[in-house]
Protein backbone atom coordinates (compact mmCIF):
# COMPACT_ATOMS: atom_id res chain seq x y z
CA UNK A 1 0.00 0.00 0.00
CA UNK A 2 2.17 2.67 -1.25
CA UNK A 3 0.20 5.54 -1.20
CA UNK A 4 -0.19 4.72 2.41
CA UNK A 5 3.46 4.72 3.74
CA UNK A 6 4.11 8.05 1.99
CA UNK A 7 0.87 9.42 3.67
CA UNK A 8 2.49 8.03 7.54
CA UNK A 9 5.89 9.62 6.56
CA UNK A 10 4.68 12.70 5.84
CA UNK A 11 2.83 12.51 8.94
CA UNK A 12 5.36 11.39 10.90
CA UNK A 13 7.91 14.23 9.91
CA UNK A 14 5.68 16.56 11.73
CA UNK A 15 5.11 14.71 14.78
CA UNK A 16 7.62 16.62 16.47
CA UNK A 17 6.71 20.10 16.10
CA UNK A 18 3.60 20.17 18.34
CA UNK A 19 2.93 18.22 21.72
CA UNK A 20 -0.24 19.98 22.92
CA UNK A 21 -3.76 18.45 22.53
CA UNK A 22 -5.14 19.12 19.55
CA UNK A 23 -2.88 21.32 18.14
CA UNK A 24 -3.14 22.37 14.79
CA UNK A 25 0.79 21.96 12.72
CA UNK A 26 0.54 23.10 9.33
CA UNK A 27 2.62 20.86 6.59
CA UNK A 28 4.83 22.65 3.77
CA UNK A 29 2.81 21.11 0.82
CA UNK A 30 -0.55 23.02 0.40
CA UNK A 31 -2.25 20.07 -0.88
CA UNK A 32 -4.72 17.78 0.83
CA UNK A 33 -3.20 14.15 0.69
CA UNK A 34 -6.22 12.68 2.10
CA UNK A 35 -7.62 13.72 -1.36
CA UNK A 36 -5.29 11.11 -3.60
CA UNK A 37 -5.70 8.59 -0.67
CA UNK A 38 -9.08 7.41 -0.76
CA UNK A 39 -9.90 5.26 -3.25
CA UNK A 40 -13.53 4.41 -3.86
CA UNK A 41 -13.40 0.98 -5.04
CA UNK A 42 -10.86 -1.84 -3.79
CA UNK A 43 -11.63 -5.29 -5.19
CA UNK A 44 -9.44 -8.82 -3.67
CA UNK A 45 -8.99 -11.54 -1.46
CA UNK A 46 -8.24 -12.21 2.55
CA UNK A 47 -10.35 -9.11 3.89
CA UNK A 48 -12.08 -6.03 2.87
CA UNK A 49 -13.35 -2.85 4.52
CA UNK A 50 -14.93 0.07 3.83
CA UNK A 51 -15.63 3.17 5.45
CA UNK A 52 -15.79 6.97 4.88
CA UNK A 53 -12.03 7.82 5.89
CA UNK A 54 -8.60 6.47 4.87
CA UNK A 55 -7.24 6.54 8.61
CA UNK A 56 -10.03 4.26 9.79
CA UNK A 57 -10.14 1.73 6.69
CA UNK A 58 -6.22 1.68 6.80
CA UNK A 59 -6.82 0.38 10.41
CA UNK A 60 -9.25 -2.21 9.95
CA UNK A 61 -6.55 -3.43 6.92
CA UNK A 62 -3.84 -3.31 9.45
CA UNK A 63 -5.67 -5.72 12.15
CA UNK A 64 -7.17 -8.51 9.41
CA UNK A 65 -3.93 -8.34 8.27
CA UNK A 66 -2.32 -9.47 11.65
CA UNK A 67 -4.89 -12.35 11.60
CA UNK A 68 -7.83 -10.24 13.27
CA UNK A 69 -11.41 -10.93 12.12
CA UNK A 70 -13.71 -8.80 10.79
CA UNK A 71 -15.52 -8.10 14.20
CA UNK A 72 -11.88 -7.18 15.77
CA UNK A 73 -11.28 -5.14 12.35
CA UNK A 74 -14.06 -3.18 12.72
CA UNK A 75 -13.83 -1.95 16.08
CA UNK A 76 -10.58 -0.95 15.29
CA UNK A 77 -11.83 1.24 12.34
CA UNK A 78 -14.93 2.57 14.89
CA UNK A 79 -12.62 3.53 17.27
CA UNK A 80 -10.34 5.49 14.46
CA UNK A 81 -13.23 7.23 13.16
CA UNK A 82 -13.87 8.55 16.91
CA UNK A 83 -10.52 9.84 16.39
CA UNK A 84 -11.02 11.22 12.27
CA UNK A 85 -14.73 11.59 11.86
CA UNK A 86 -15.32 13.06 15.80
CA UNK A 87 -18.33 15.19 14.33
CA UNK A 88 -20.01 11.61 13.74
CA UNK A 89 -19.31 9.40 15.97
CA UNK A 90 -17.20 8.38 19.11
CA UNK A 91 -17.15 6.41 22.60
CA UNK A 92 -20.01 9.50 22.99
CA UNK A 93 -22.52 7.63 20.76
CA UNK A 94 -24.35 4.48 20.30
CA UNK A 95 -25.32 2.39 17.18
CA UNK A 96 -26.14 -0.85 15.95
CA UNK A 97 -24.23 -3.66 15.14
CA UNK A 98 -24.68 -6.48 12.78
CA UNK A 99 -22.67 -9.82 12.27
CA UNK A 100 -22.53 -12.87 10.17
CA UNK A 101 -21.06 -15.44 12.02
CA UNK A 102 -19.43 -17.59 8.84
CA UNK A 103 -19.41 -20.87 11.13
CA UNK A 104 -22.83 -21.01 11.83
CA UNK A 105 -24.10 -18.86 8.90
CA UNK A 106 -26.08 -16.71 11.08
CA UNK A 107 -27.08 -13.27 11.36
CA UNK A 108 -27.29 -11.80 14.84
CA UNK A 109 -27.01 -8.06 15.96
CA UNK A 110 -26.13 -5.76 18.73
CA UNK A 111 -28.03 -2.77 19.68
CA UNK A 112 -26.09 -0.34 21.53
CA UNK A 113 -28.71 2.77 20.72
CA UNK A 114 -28.03 5.42 24.04
CA UNK A 115 -30.70 5.48 26.33
CA UNK A 116 -32.79 8.11 27.90
CA UNK A 117 -31.92 9.16 31.71
CA UNK A 118 -34.00 7.56 34.62
CA UNK A 119 -34.91 11.65 35.76
CA UNK A 120 -35.76 12.40 32.90
CA UNK A 121 -39.47 14.43 32.45
CA UNK A 122 -42.61 14.04 29.59
CA UNK A 123 -41.65 17.95 29.48
CA UNK A 124 -37.73 17.78 29.66
CA UNK A 125 -37.36 19.66 25.83
CA UNK A 126 -40.09 22.49 27.44
CA UNK A 127 -38.20 25.63 28.49
CA UNK A 128 -40.13 26.34 31.92
CA UNK A 129 -38.95 29.54 31.28
CA UNK A 130 -41.51 30.04 28.19
CA UNK A 131 -43.57 27.31 28.67
CA UNK A 132 -43.21 25.90 24.83
CA UNK A 133 -40.27 23.42 23.56
CA UNK A 134 -36.65 24.95 22.84
CA UNK A 135 -36.10 25.99 19.67
CA UNK A 136 -34.62 22.13 17.52
CA UNK A 137 -31.67 24.82 16.39
CA UNK A 138 -29.40 25.21 17.90
CA UNK A 139 -30.93 25.10 21.56
CA UNK A 140 -32.14 21.74 22.05
CA UNK A 141 -29.12 20.29 20.14
CA UNK A 142 -26.72 21.52 22.24
CA UNK A 143 -27.68 20.95 25.50
CA UNK A 144 -27.42 18.51 28.38
CA UNK A 145 -30.82 17.51 28.09
CA UNK A 146 -30.08 15.85 24.56
CA UNK A 147 -27.50 13.71 25.85
CA UNK A 148 -28.68 9.70 25.65
CA UNK A 149 -26.46 7.17 27.69
CA UNK A 150 -23.67 6.52 25.47
CA UNK A 151 -23.88 2.62 24.33
CA UNK A 152 -20.73 2.60 21.79
CA UNK A 153 -18.01 1.34 24.29
CA UNK A 154 -19.96 -1.55 25.84
CA UNK A 155 -21.43 -2.26 22.03
CA UNK A 156 -17.26 -2.87 21.05
CA UNK A 157 -16.72 -4.90 24.50
CA UNK A 158 -19.93 -6.68 23.57
CA UNK A 159 -18.91 -7.49 20.23
CA UNK A 160 -15.23 -8.56 20.72
CA UNK A 161 -16.12 -10.85 24.22
CA UNK A 162 -18.92 -12.44 21.68
CA UNK A 163 -17.16 -13.05 18.60
CA UNK A 164 -13.78 -10.64 18.27
CA UNK A 165 -9.91 -12.99 18.75
CA UNK A 166 -8.68 -9.67 20.11
CA UNK A 167 -8.55 -7.98 23.31
CA UNK A 168 -10.09 -4.42 23.62
CA UNK A 169 -6.86 -2.76 24.08
CA UNK A 170 -5.17 -4.30 20.75
CA UNK A 171 -8.78 -3.71 18.59
CA UNK A 172 -7.88 -0.12 19.84
CA UNK A 173 -3.80 0.32 19.58
CA UNK A 174 -4.70 1.73 15.64
CA UNK A 175 -7.01 4.51 16.87
CA UNK A 176 -4.73 5.14 19.91
CA UNK A 177 -1.84 5.61 17.34
CA UNK A 178 -3.68 7.91 14.94
CA UNK A 179 -4.52 10.15 17.87
CA UNK A 180 -1.13 10.55 18.83
CA UNK A 181 0.40 11.36 15.85
CA UNK A 182 -2.87 12.97 14.27
CA UNK A 183 -4.35 12.76 11.39
CA UNK A 184 -4.67 15.32 8.18
CA UNK A 185 -7.20 17.74 7.89
CA UNK A 186 -9.76 17.78 4.85
CA UNK A 187 -12.21 20.32 3.21
CA UNK A 188 -15.03 18.07 5.10
CA UNK A 189 -13.66 18.56 7.98
CA UNK A 190 -12.83 21.96 7.84
CA UNK A 191 -15.82 22.89 6.89
CA UNK A 192 -17.77 20.77 9.64
CA UNK A 193 -16.32 22.17 12.09
CA UNK A 194 -16.58 25.79 10.62
CA UNK A 195 -20.65 24.76 10.41
CA UNK A 196 -20.31 24.13 14.46
CA UNK A 197 -18.53 27.01 14.86
CA UNK A 198 -20.84 28.94 17.44
CA UNK A 199 -21.79 25.73 19.43
CA UNK A 200 -18.08 25.03 19.73
CA UNK A 201 -17.21 28.16 20.90
CA UNK A 202 -19.65 27.68 23.70
CA UNK A 203 -17.62 25.55 25.18
CA UNK A 204 -13.91 26.15 26.29
CA UNK A 205 -13.00 22.28 25.89
CA UNK A 206 -14.27 22.12 22.51
CA UNK A 207 -12.71 25.21 21.43
CA UNK A 208 -9.20 24.25 22.59
CA UNK A 209 -9.62 20.71 20.53
CA UNK A 210 -11.59 21.97 17.65
CA UNK A 211 -10.69 25.10 17.11
CA UNK A 212 -6.77 25.79 18.45
CA UNK A 213 -5.90 29.38 19.28
CA UNK A 214 -9.43 30.13 18.24
CA UNK A 215 -8.97 29.48 14.69
CA UNK A 216 -10.68 27.07 12.24
CA UNK A 217 -8.43 24.02 11.30
CA UNK A 218 -6.33 24.24 8.11
CA UNK A 219 -6.78 21.70 5.44
CA UNK A 220 -3.61 19.97 5.37
CA UNK A 221 -2.93 20.74 8.67
CA UNK A 222 -2.41 18.00 11.59
CA UNK A 223 -5.11 17.29 14.17
CA UNK A 224 -3.71 15.84 17.16
CA UNK A 225 -6.03 14.31 20.30
CA UNK A 226 -4.10 13.24 23.21
CA UNK A 227 -6.93 13.51 25.92
CA UNK A 228 -9.06 10.79 23.52
CA UNK A 229 -5.79 9.01 23.46
CA UNK A 230 -5.36 8.83 27.01
CA UNK A 231 -9.27 7.92 27.36
CA UNK A 232 -8.69 4.91 25.24
CA UNK A 233 -5.96 3.72 26.99
CA UNK A 234 -7.97 3.59 30.08
CA UNK A 235 -10.47 1.11 28.08
CA UNK A 236 -7.27 -0.47 27.01
CA UNK A 237 -6.42 -1.18 30.66
CA UNK A 238 -9.37 -1.24 32.51
CA UNK A 239 -12.31 -2.38 29.81
CA UNK A 240 -15.26 -0.79 29.48
CA UNK A 241 -15.81 -0.46 33.43
CA UNK A 242 -13.79 2.42 33.23
CA UNK A 243 -16.29 4.26 31.49
CA UNK A 244 -19.83 3.02 32.89
CA UNK A 245 -18.58 3.98 36.34
CA UNK A 246 -15.97 5.04 38.76
CA UNK A 247 -14.37 9.09 37.86
CA UNK A 248 -15.29 8.95 34.20
CA UNK A 249 -18.53 7.93 34.52
CA UNK A 250 -18.87 10.96 37.42
CA UNK A 251 -17.35 13.66 34.84
CA UNK A 252 -19.74 12.36 31.84
CA UNK A 253 -22.70 13.08 34.33
CA UNK A 254 -21.52 16.04 35.87
CA UNK A 255 -20.90 17.51 32.14
CA UNK A 256 -24.33 16.66 31.45
CA UNK A 257 -25.95 18.03 34.50
CA UNK A 258 -24.08 21.38 34.11
CA UNK A 259 -22.75 21.44 30.84
CA UNK A 260 -19.30 23.41 30.99
CA UNK A 261 -20.02 26.75 29.13
CA UNK A 262 -17.86 29.83 28.29
CA UNK A 263 -18.50 32.66 30.92
CA UNK A 264 -19.69 34.41 27.52
CA UNK A 265 -21.29 32.30 25.74
CA UNK A 266 -25.00 33.06 24.28
CA UNK A 267 -26.28 29.69 23.56
CA UNK A 268 -29.01 28.92 26.81
CA UNK A 269 -27.60 24.85 26.66
CA UNK A 270 -30.09 23.17 28.94
CA UNK A 271 -28.99 21.16 31.62
CA UNK A 272 -29.49 17.26 31.56
CA UNK A 273 -30.45 14.95 34.59
CA UNK A 274 -28.30 11.92 33.71
CA UNK A 275 -26.17 10.08 36.58
CA UNK A 276 -23.68 8.17 37.21
CA UNK A 277 -25.90 5.55 38.05
CA UNK A 278 -27.68 5.46 34.36
CA UNK A 279 -24.10 4.87 33.02
CA UNK A 280 -23.90 1.84 35.68
CA UNK A 281 -27.22 0.80 34.40
CA UNK A 282 -26.33 0.67 30.67
CA UNK A 283 -26.95 -2.67 29.01
CA UNK A 284 -26.34 -3.37 24.97
CA UNK A 285 -29.28 -5.28 23.92
CA UNK A 286 -28.82 -8.67 21.63
CA UNK A 287 -31.84 -9.51 19.70
CA UNK A 288 -32.36 -11.26 16.48
CA UNK A 289 -32.61 -9.45 12.97
CA UNK A 290 -34.97 -7.85 11.02
CA UNK A 291 -35.38 -10.78 8.20
CA UNK A 292 -37.30 -10.89 4.73
CA UNK A 293 -37.23 -12.67 0.86
CA UNK A 294 -36.54 -10.02 -2.02
CA UNK A 295 -36.16 -12.38 -5.75
CA UNK A 296 -34.55 -14.71 -4.12
CA UNK A 297 -31.89 -12.77 -1.75
CA UNK A 298 -32.59 -12.94 2.38
CA UNK A 299 -32.10 -9.56 3.20
CA UNK A 300 -31.24 -8.92 7.65
CA UNK A 301 -31.06 -5.61 9.29
CA UNK A 302 -31.68 -4.28 12.58
CA UNK A 303 -34.97 -4.78 14.06
CA UNK A 304 -36.09 -1.69 16.77
CA UNK A 305 -35.15 0.22 18.52
CA UNK A 306 -34.25 0.95 14.74
CA UNK A 307 -37.22 1.39 11.95
CA UNK A 308 -33.95 0.34 9.32
CA UNK A 309 -35.00 -3.52 9.58
CA UNK A 310 -38.39 -2.59 9.54
CA UNK A 311 -39.38 0.19 7.29
CA UNK A 312 -36.19 -1.52 4.68
CA UNK A 313 -37.82 -4.74 4.57
CA UNK A 314 -41.45 -3.54 4.35
CA UNK A 315 -40.66 -1.58 1.57
CA UNK A 316 -39.04 -4.58 -0.41
CA UNK A 317 -41.85 -6.82 0.53
CA UNK A 318 -44.10 -4.21 -1.50
CA UNK A 319 -42.18 -4.12 -4.10
CA UNK A 320 -41.90 -7.99 -4.56
CA UNK A 321 -45.36 -7.62 -5.82
CA UNK A 322 -44.26 -5.88 -8.62
CA UNK A 323 -41.53 -6.87 -11.67
CA UNK A 324 -38.88 -3.93 -11.08
CA UNK A 325 -36.69 -5.89 -13.56
CA UNK A 326 -38.37 -5.84 -16.31
CA UNK A 327 -38.40 -1.98 -15.78
CA UNK A 328 -34.62 -2.25 -16.98
CA UNK A 329 -35.31 0.16 -19.94
CA UNK A 330 -37.56 2.69 -18.41
CA UNK A 331 -35.88 3.10 -15.12
CA UNK A 332 -38.52 6.46 -14.26
CA UNK A 333 -41.43 3.54 -13.51
CA UNK A 334 -39.54 1.77 -11.55
CA UNK A 335 -38.31 4.92 -9.53
CA UNK A 336 -42.22 5.91 -9.00
CA UNK A 337 -42.72 2.39 -7.32
CA UNK A 338 -39.94 2.40 -5.33
CA UNK A 339 -41.29 6.74 -4.25
CA UNK A 340 -44.48 5.08 -3.65
CA UNK A 341 -43.50 1.82 -1.63
CA UNK A 342 -41.20 4.09 0.47
CA UNK A 343 -43.97 6.40 0.97
CA UNK A 344 -46.03 3.68 2.53
CA UNK A 345 -43.37 1.93 4.51
CA UNK A 346 -42.67 5.39 6.58
CA UNK A 347 -46.28 6.06 7.65
CA UNK A 348 -46.72 2.22 9.07
CA UNK A 349 -42.76 3.22 10.70
CA UNK A 350 -44.21 6.83 12.36
CA UNK A 351 -47.47 4.91 13.31
CA UNK A 352 -45.93 2.07 15.39
CA UNK A 353 -42.30 1.85 15.25
CA UNK A 354 -40.60 2.84 18.76
CA UNK A 355 -38.44 1.04 21.14
CA UNK A 356 -40.49 -2.25 21.82
CA UNK A 357 -39.15 -2.25 25.68
CA UNK A 358 -41.81 0.34 25.89
CA UNK A 359 -44.53 0.20 22.93
CA UNK A 360 -45.89 -2.82 21.30
CA UNK A 361 -44.40 -2.83 17.80
CA UNK A 362 -46.12 -5.10 15.80
CA UNK A 363 -42.75 -6.27 14.21
CA UNK A 364 -43.96 -9.96 12.39
CA UNK A 365 -46.98 -8.03 11.35
CA UNK A 366 -44.99 -5.10 9.30
CA UNK A 367 -42.49 -8.06 7.80
CA UNK A 368 -45.34 -10.02 6.20
CA UNK A 369 -45.64 -10.71 2.96
CA UNK A 370 -49.56 -10.26 3.03
CA UNK A 371 -49.83 -7.00 5.42
CA UNK A 372 -47.56 -5.63 2.09
CA UNK A 373 -49.67 -7.75 -0.70
CA UNK A 374 -52.06 -5.39 0.96
CA UNK A 375 -50.33 -2.06 0.95
CA UNK A 376 -48.69 -2.51 -2.26
CA UNK A 377 -52.75 -2.56 -3.19
CA UNK A 378 -52.46 0.92 -2.98
CA UNK A 379 -49.21 2.11 -5.13
CA UNK A 380 -50.71 2.80 -8.92
CA UNK A 381 -48.59 2.56 -11.80
CA UNK A 382 -49.49 5.43 -13.66
CA UNK A 383 -50.25 7.91 -10.86
CA UNK A 384 -48.41 9.01 -7.83
CA UNK A 385 -50.47 9.10 -4.12
CA UNK A 386 -51.23 12.34 -2.59
CA UNK A 387 -48.60 12.40 -0.08
CA UNK A 388 -48.51 12.06 2.83
CA UNK A 389 -50.40 8.43 3.14
CA UNK A 390 -52.43 7.22 5.97
CA UNK A 391 -50.36 4.02 7.83
CA UNK A 392 -51.82 0.61 6.93
CA UNK A 393 -54.06 -1.29 9.41
CA UNK A 394 -51.16 -3.84 10.79
CA UNK A 395 -53.46 -5.37 13.37
CA UNK A 396 -55.86 -6.72 10.82
CA UNK A 397 -55.04 -7.17 7.50
CA UNK A 398 -55.32 -10.30 4.24
CA UNK A 399 -53.88 -8.92 1.33
CA UNK A 400 -57.44 -8.03 0.09
CA UNK A 401 -57.16 -4.74 -1.61
CA UNK A 402 -60.14 -2.90 0.37
CA UNK A 403 -59.73 -2.12 4.12
CA UNK A 404 -59.99 0.60 6.70
CA UNK A 405 -56.05 2.23 6.78
CA UNK A 406 -55.44 3.69 10.08
CA UNK A 407 -55.07 7.28 10.93
CA UNK A 408 -52.77 9.74 9.62
CA UNK A 409 -49.42 9.65 12.33
CA UNK A 410 -48.07 13.50 11.57
CA UNK A 411 -44.47 12.84 12.36
CA UNK A 412 -41.90 15.90 12.19
CA UNK A 413 -38.39 14.04 11.44
CA UNK A 414 -35.92 15.54 14.20
CA UNK A 415 -32.48 13.02 12.67
CA UNK A 416 -30.00 14.75 11.63
CA UNK A 417 -27.73 13.90 7.99
CA UNK A 418 -25.07 13.19 10.11
CA UNK A 419 -23.42 9.47 11.71
CA UNK A 420 -21.04 6.99 9.97
CA UNK A 421 -21.20 3.85 8.28
CA UNK A 422 -18.41 0.74 7.98
CA UNK A 423 -18.34 -2.77 6.11
CA UNK A 424 -15.63 -5.31 7.11
CA UNK A 425 -15.08 -8.69 5.71
CA UNK A 426 -12.32 -11.42 6.62
CA UNK A 427 -10.98 -14.30 4.96
CA UNK A 428 -12.60 -16.48 7.13
CA UNK A 429 -16.03 -15.30 5.41
CA UNK A 430 -17.42 -13.12 8.36
CA UNK A 431 -18.84 -10.07 7.74
CA UNK A 432 -19.69 -7.09 9.83
CA UNK A 433 -21.98 -3.98 9.12
CA UNK A 434 -21.79 -1.41 11.32
CA UNK A 435 -23.59 2.40 11.52
CA UNK A 436 -22.45 4.08 14.49
CA UNK A 437 -23.71 7.98 15.13
CA UNK A 438 -23.06 10.99 18.12
CA UNK A 439 -26.71 12.27 15.85
CA UNK A 440 -25.88 16.00 14.62
CA UNK A 441 -22.74 16.90 12.96
CA UNK A 442 -20.35 17.64 15.91
CA UNK A 443 -23.38 15.87 18.44
CA UNK A 444 -24.23 18.28 21.36
CA UNK A 445 -21.19 20.17 20.72
CA UNK A 446 -19.77 19.51 24.25
CA UNK A 447 -16.74 17.51 24.89
CA UNK A 448 -16.07 16.00 28.45
CA UNK A 449 -13.36 18.00 29.99
CA UNK A 450 -9.49 16.62 29.56
CA UNK A 451 -11.47 13.15 27.73
CA UNK A 452 -11.32 14.08 24.18
CA UNK A 453 -14.89 13.12 23.18
CA UNK A 454 -18.02 14.56 22.28
CA UNK A 455 -20.86 13.80 23.94
CA UNK A 456 -24.09 12.94 21.43
CA UNK A 457 -27.63 14.80 21.24
CA UNK A 458 -29.49 11.42 20.17
CA UNK A 459 -32.36 12.39 22.23
CA UNK A 460 -33.65 14.64 20.06
CA UNK A 461 -34.67 11.51 17.94
CA UNK A 462 -37.89 11.59 20.38
CA UNK A 463 -40.47 12.90 19.26
CA UNK A 464 -39.95 16.82 20.14
CA UNK A 465 -43.97 16.94 21.67
CA UNK A 466 -45.08 14.44 23.83
CA UNK A 467 -47.91 12.63 23.20
CA UNK A 468 -48.96 9.42 24.70
CA UNK A 469 -50.03 7.89 21.35
CA UNK A 470 -46.70 8.11 20.09
CA UNK A 471 -44.13 5.10 20.36
CA UNK A 472 -41.41 7.46 19.90
CA UNK A 473 -42.18 9.61 23.04
CA UNK A 474 -39.81 10.46 25.77
CA UNK A 475 -39.64 7.80 28.89
CA UNK A 476 -36.99 7.35 31.16
CA UNK A 477 -34.80 4.41 29.66
CA UNK A 478 -36.12 4.19 26.65
CA UNK A 479 -33.88 3.85 23.52
CA UNK A 480 -35.24 6.92 20.77
CA UNK A 481 -35.88 5.36 17.38
CA UNK A 482 -33.14 5.73 15.03
CA UNK A 483 -33.32 4.76 11.39
CA UNK A 484 -29.56 3.01 10.91
CA UNK A 485 -30.21 0.28 8.55
CA UNK A 486 -26.80 -1.90 8.61
CA UNK A 487 -27.99 -4.49 6.17
CA UNK A 488 -26.60 -7.89 5.29
CA UNK A 489 -27.72 -9.73 2.21
CA UNK A 490 -27.58 -13.70 1.65
CA UNK A 491 -27.62 -15.76 -0.98
CA UNK A 492 -28.17 -19.70 -1.22
CA UNK A 493 -26.72 -18.85 2.97
CA UNK A 494 -23.92 -16.96 2.32
CA UNK A 495 -22.91 -13.46 1.52
CA UNK A 496 -23.87 -11.68 -1.18
CA UNK A 497 -23.91 -7.85 -0.17
CA UNK A 498 -23.40 -5.96 3.39
CA UNK A 499 -24.02 -2.15 3.07
CA UNK A 500 -25.63 0.40 5.61
CA UNK A 501 -25.03 4.80 5.56
CA UNK A 502 -25.07 7.88 7.35
CA UNK A 503 -28.25 10.09 6.34
CA UNK A 504 -30.44 10.28 9.43
CA UNK A 505 -34.20 9.15 8.05
CA UNK A 506 -32.19 9.00 4.62
CA UNK A 507 -30.35 6.22 5.56
CA UNK A 508 -33.74 4.10 4.60
CA UNK A 509 -34.18 5.28 1.50
CA UNK A 510 -30.35 4.58 0.49
CA UNK A 511 -30.08 1.66 1.62
CA UNK A 512 -33.42 0.72 -0.43
CA UNK A 513 -32.58 2.31 -3.16
CA UNK A 514 -28.86 0.86 -3.80
CA UNK A 515 -31.10 -2.75 -3.20
CA UNK A 516 -32.57 -2.08 -5.89
CA UNK A 517 -30.61 -0.23 -8.51
CA UNK A 518 -28.07 -3.53 -7.74
CA UNK A 519 -30.60 -6.24 -7.80
CA UNK A 520 -33.71 -5.09 -9.94
CA UNK A 521 -32.00 -2.53 -12.41
CA UNK A 522 -28.77 -4.50 -12.60
CA UNK A 523 -26.37 -2.09 -11.96
CA UNK A 524 -22.22 -3.02 -10.32
CA UNK A 525 -22.48 -2.38 -6.88
CA UNK A 526 -20.33 0.54 -7.90
CA UNK A 527 -22.97 1.84 -10.11
CA UNK A 528 -25.67 1.08 -7.59
CA UNK A 529 -24.12 3.03 -4.48
CA UNK A 530 -22.76 6.01 -6.77
CA UNK A 531 -26.33 6.59 -8.56
CA UNK A 532 -27.98 9.66 -7.67
CA UNK A 533 -30.37 9.75 -4.71
CA UNK A 534 -34.06 10.77 -3.98
CA UNK A 535 -35.85 10.54 -0.78
CA UNK A 536 -39.37 10.02 -0.29
CA UNK A 537 -40.26 9.53 3.22
CA UNK A 538 -44.30 9.88 2.91
CA UNK A 539 -43.86 14.19 2.83
CA UNK A 540 -45.41 16.06 0.10
CA UNK A 541 -42.25 16.54 -1.51
CA UNK A 542 -39.52 14.26 -2.70
CA UNK A 543 -36.03 15.05 -1.56
CA UNK A 544 -33.62 14.26 -4.08
CA UNK A 545 -30.41 15.21 -5.19
CA UNK A 546 -29.46 17.64 -8.01
CA UNK A 547 -28.36 14.97 -10.59
CA UNK A 548 -31.35 12.92 -9.69
CA UNK A 549 -33.69 15.82 -10.89
CA UNK A 550 -32.34 16.61 -13.83
CA UNK A 551 -32.17 13.12 -15.10
CA UNK A 552 -35.45 11.82 -13.94
CA UNK A 553 -37.11 14.89 -12.54
CA UNK A 554 -39.47 16.16 -15.29
CA UNK A 555 -40.31 12.36 -16.23
CA UNK A 556 -41.54 11.52 -12.51
CA UNK A 557 -43.64 14.76 -12.73
CA UNK A 558 -45.28 14.51 -15.84
CA UNK A 559 -45.72 10.97 -16.11
CA UNK A 560 -46.40 10.10 -11.91
CA UNK A 561 -48.00 13.19 -10.82
CA UNK A 562 -44.73 13.27 -7.61
CA UNK A 563 -46.10 16.97 -6.88
CA UNK A 564 -47.30 18.53 -4.06
CA UNK A 565 -51.62 18.38 -4.36
CA UNK A 566 -50.92 21.95 -2.96
CA UNK A 567 -49.16 23.28 -5.89
CA UNK A 568 -45.12 23.63 -5.91
CA UNK A 569 -42.55 22.26 -6.87
CA UNK A 570 -42.20 17.97 -6.98
CA UNK A 571 -38.85 17.89 -5.09
CA UNK A 572 -36.95 19.47 -2.79
CA UNK A 573 -32.90 19.53 -3.87
CA UNK A 574 -29.86 18.24 -1.61
CA UNK A 575 -26.72 18.38 -2.14
CA UNK A 576 -26.11 14.95 -1.47
CA UNK A 577 -27.96 11.84 0.41
CA UNK A 578 -26.18 9.48 2.49
CA UNK A 579 -22.80 8.28 2.52
CA UNK A 580 -22.77 4.39 2.15
CA UNK A 581 -20.24 1.73 2.35
CA UNK A 582 -20.51 -1.68 0.86
CA UNK A 583 -19.01 -4.80 0.13
CA UNK A 584 -20.52 -7.49 -2.84
CA UNK A 585 -18.80 -10.93 -2.52
CA UNK A 586 -18.34 -13.68 -5.31
CA UNK A 587 -16.19 -16.04 -6.13
CA UNK A 588 -17.96 -18.57 -3.64
CA UNK A 589 -17.61 -15.32 -1.20
CA UNK A 590 -13.83 -15.43 -1.94
CA UNK A 591 -13.48 -12.29 -3.64
CA UNK A 592 -14.44 -8.97 -2.32
CA UNK A 593 -15.54 -5.27 -3.57
CA UNK A 594 -15.35 -3.26 -1.33
CA UNK A 595 -17.36 -0.02 -2.73
CA UNK A 596 -17.15 3.64 -0.84
CA UNK A 597 -17.90 6.94 -2.04
CA UNK A 598 -16.64 8.36 -5.02
CA UNK A 599 -17.49 12.38 -3.70
CA UNK A 600 -20.15 12.25 -1.50
CA UNK A 601 -19.22 13.77 2.31
CA UNK A 602 -15.81 13.80 0.99
CA UNK A 603 -15.69 10.78 -1.14
CA UNK A 604 -14.91 7.10 1.23
CA UNK A 605 -12.04 4.75 1.44
CA UNK A 606 -12.24 1.06 0.30
CA UNK A 607 -9.52 -1.52 0.63
CA UNK A 608 -8.37 -5.08 0.96
CA UNK A 609 -6.36 -7.43 2.27
CA UNK A 610 -4.45 -9.17 -0.79
CA UNK A 611 -5.57 -7.04 -4.06
CA UNK A 612 -6.58 -8.51 -7.28
CA UNK A 613 -3.95 -8.24 -10.04
Same mark, same amino acid.
Given at each position: MPHLGRRLAAVTATLAMSVTTGAIISPAASADPRETDKTPTATGYGGAVSTVDPEASAAAVEVLRKGGNAVDAAVAAAATLGVTEPYSAGIGGGGYFVFYDAETQEVETIDGRETAPAAISP???????????????????? $????????????? *?? !???? !? *? /????????? =????????? /??????? &? !?????? #??????? &????? =?????? /?????? /? $??? =? #???????????????? $?? &?? $?GPLAEEIAETVQNPPKSPDAELPVPAGSMTAQDLANYRVLEQDPTHVEYRGYDVYGMAPSSSGGTTVGEALNILEEFDLSSLKTDVPKALHHYLEASALAFADRAKYVGDPHFVDVPTEALLDQVFAKERACEISPTKALPKPVPAGNAESYDGVCSFAPAALTDEKDTENISTTNLTVSDKWGNVVEYTLTIEQTGGSGIVVPGRGFILNNELTDFSTVYSETDPNRIQPGKRPRSSMSPTIVLKDGEPFLALGSPGGSTIITTVLQTLINRIDLGMTIEDALAAPRASQRNTATVTAEPAFISAYGEELDSRFGHRPSSGGDAFTSSPEIGAATAIEFSHGGKKATAVAEPTRRGGGSAMVVKPSP
Open positions: DAFIDPATGTPYPFTPQLVT $SGVSVGVPGTPAT *WE !RALD !R *W /GSVSMAEAL =KPAIKVATR /GFVVDET &F !RQQTDD #NDERFRA &FPDTT =KLFLPD /GQLPAV /G $SIL =K #NHDLAETYRLLAREGT $SA &FY $S
